[in-house]
């Protein structure tokens, strides 16, 4: 097989079927329409490929199902309108009334509001596991689903998913984990026994912070479920969204890699300022599961988050304000770069947050990593004359 770069370049496109066009065009379609009876009825025999109904796809969501399956590894893939809607569907693809749910408690807030609200009013039980913890203790006979994030959304704790998936295999449960953080490049979740992958393809695969798209790729066993769910849901991912995440995937290797080389080089510069306690970057040897993260992963990306000491609102406000680079904003994965404060305290139950709660989420973009600098020491100078 072909290094993963060259297949960014290769994956769901196919110019000879296309005029010689270098990319698949955008088909916009609600109504399919048949020549005759035979056509029509074959066209209900196929759930896997093709079409009868616009809600299904066109040829373009299925070049960027295609393409992301590929990239992952899985079977299949399915292109939904949103990150958060991937993890719903799923979710619902495979947990009923009685069944009970265990989800990391490092997981992305969303998540765990919907399964708090949704799912605990469907009469599925959630219990909210730690991390780092062996999951095979917490598993019981009705256990149907281990969700897993890795590395953890804000904090960044790395999953042993291997021992994860294998206990829930183990167990009759699937594995379900938000691959949003490798951007489906630097973790192939379907070699480490995962069954249901979900990106937030809004984040890195897109790029450019224009465009909402979520992307379910599963095994072959774990296909029809997931599809059921999103046909019945109704989700359909818009033509022109899968384009520009087509768009987006042939420069994902390039922009990873400079998104990776400066978050680098801005935690290391973070780890020498004293306003800053700690940083929390799954490159760094203290962060919980960094061993697995080294093992597991082929590289990483533009996150990291740091601990300040408790200051004074209105510090913070003086510091964050002035930013001139990073833009106050709840995303990433774009070429700009981003911050966002956090208080670790509110976003879990089964683990406890033992520092500061004042953190910041920084997304480093495609900027000069020096310029990045500049702006971050210009704001530590408002937070001190604020103090
Ligand atoms: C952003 C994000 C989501 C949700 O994706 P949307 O496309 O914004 O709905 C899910 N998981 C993670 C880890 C995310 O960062």
Redesign the pocket.
């Known amino acids: 097989m072909t290094a993963k770069d060259t297949r960014l370049t290769e994956v769901g496109r196919d110019p000879a079927a296309n005029h010689g066009i270098v990319n698949p065009p955008v088909y916009h379609a609600s109504t399919i329409v048949f020549p005759t009876l035979a056509a029509l009825e074959a066209a209900d025999l196929t759930p896997y490929d093709g079409t009868r109904y616009g809600r299904r796809g066109t040829p373009t969501t299925f070049a960027l199902e295609g393409a992301v399956a590929a990239l992952e590894g899985g079977w299949r893939s399915i292109a939904v309108?949103?990150?958060?809607?991937?993890?719903t569907a799923s979710l619902l693809a495979f947990l009923k009334a009685g069944d009970h749910l265990l989800m990391v408690d490092s997981?992305?807030a969303?998540?765990r509001r919907f399964c708090d609200t949704v799912m605990a009013g469907l009469g599925v039980e959630t219990t909210y596991y730690d991390p780092m913890a062996d999951i095979a203790p917490l598993l019981r006979p009705n256990t149907r689903v281990v969700f897993a994030?890795s590395p953890g959304?804000l904090t960044f704790e790395v999953q042993d998913i291997p021992r994860t998936a294998a206990a829930a295999r183990a167990a009759g449960a699937v594995t379900v984990m938000?691959n949003?953080?490798s951007a489906g490049l630097h973790f192939a979740p379907f070699d480490h026994g995962v069954d249901v992958s979900?990106?937030?393809?809004?984040?890195y695969i897109v790029g450019h912070s224009d465009v909402?798209?979520?992307t379910i790729t599963t095994t072959e066993a774990a296909f029809l479920p997931v599809r059921r769910a999103t046909s019945l849901l109704g989700l359909c991912a818009g033509p022109d969204d899968c384009y520009l995440a087509l768009r987006g995937l042939r420069t994902l290797g390039v922009r990873l890699r400079r998104h990776e080389e400066t978050s680098l080089k801005l935690a290391g510069w973070l780890a020498e300022r004293r306003e800053v306690v700690r940083v929390l970057h799954p490159a760094l040897p203290d962060c919980p599961g960094h061993a697995v993260w080294k093992r597991d992963f082929t590289g990483g990306n533009g996150l990291l988050s740091i601990v300040l000491d408790d200051v004074p609102k209105r510090a913070l406000a003086a510091m964050l304000d002035g930013l001139k680079l990073f833009a106050m904003g709840?995303?990433?994965?774009g070429y700009e770069s981003l911050v966002v404060p956090f208080d670790p305290r509110k976003a879990r139950t089964a683990t406890a947050w033992t520092g500061p709660g004042t953190c910041l989420r920084l997304h480093c973009g495609l900027e000069n990593a020096d310029d990045l600098i500049a702006d971050l020491e210009a704001g530590f100078s408002r937070l001190a004359a604020a103090s």
């Open positions: 309108p949103s990150g958060l809607a991937a993890i997981v992305y969303p998540t994030e959304s938000d949003t953080w979900i990106q937030a393809a809004t984040k909402m798209l979520g709840y995303s990433w994965g």
